[in-house]
């Protein structure tokens, strides 16, 4: 019997947050928070495969620290993205489900992207120039990655989320993606040749 009590308690303290935390005054903290934990979660998986092979002696606290920024910034980008393109496009037919994917990837992924190294560039405290060579190094291999998971996984948010979860689901089809935004950003260059 107290065990169903304490359930009930639980289930109603769980549903109470998730009414607070999904609604139109905080659903800005929440996306930005998931966005934050999860890119922090995913670099922390890159990390920790990066140590079982013996690429990094220890966990680089500063590096996870500097990719839940980056979570910051994207979440950002991707909360009022979402909210711009449902109030443009509000229906839920195939045709608008095909045009939402469309300037997702053709619009929204590449400046993720650009936003993404801005904001590494600056926590890092890079110059223009090496900004610029990293996107030229890094950003084409990002895109196309996002050409091989997005349009399918944004057909299903599009078509069948709500949006108020459009985040929420994004984020969770995206930890897979911050794993491996993480082994892009951070992987080491090849030494070059000795011609001698």
Same mark, same amino acid.
């Given at each position: 019997m107290a065990l169903r009590v304490l359930w009930r308690r639980v289930t109603h303290v769980l549903d109470r947050f998730h009414q607070v935390a999904f609604s139109p005054k905080y659903l800005l903290y929440t996306n930005i928070g998931i966005s934050v934990g999860l890119?922090? /979660?995913?670099?922390?998986?890159?990390?920790? *495969?990066?140590?079982? =092979?013996?690429? +990094?002696?220890?966990? @680089?606290?500063?590096?996870?620290l500097r990719m839940g920024i980056s979570g910051f910034t994207v979440g950002l980008v991707c909360h009022y993205w979402y909210q711009h393109l449902d109030y443009m496009f509000p229906k839920r037919t195939y045709k608008v489900v095909v045009i939402k994917i469309l300037l997702d990837q053709f619009i929204c992924s590449p400046f993720y992207i650009a936003?993404?190294?801005? &904001?590494?560039? /600056?926590l #890092?405290? @890079? &110059?223009?120039?090496?900004?610029?060579? #990293? =996107?030229?190094?890094?950003? +084409? /291999?990002? *895109?196309?990655?996002?050409?091989t998971v997005w349009p399918l996984a944004q057909f299903i948010n599009f078509l069948v989320i709500r949006p108020q979860y459009r985040v929420f689901y994004d984020n969770t089809i995206s930890l897979g993606y911050d794993v491996y935004t993480s082994q892009v950003k951070y992987r080491k260059k090849p030494e070059p040749k000795d011609d001698s």
């Open positions: 890119s922090m /979660v995913g670099d922390t998986m890159e990390q920790s *495969y990066e140590r079982f =092979i013996g690429e +990094l002696p220890d966990w @680089n606290r500063t590096r996870t936003v993404f190294f801005l &904001t590494m560039a /600056v #890092e405290d @890079n &110059t223009w120039e090496e900004l610029q060579q #990293e =996107i030229r190094d890094k950003a +084409l /291999v990002l *895109y196309a990655a996002e050409w």
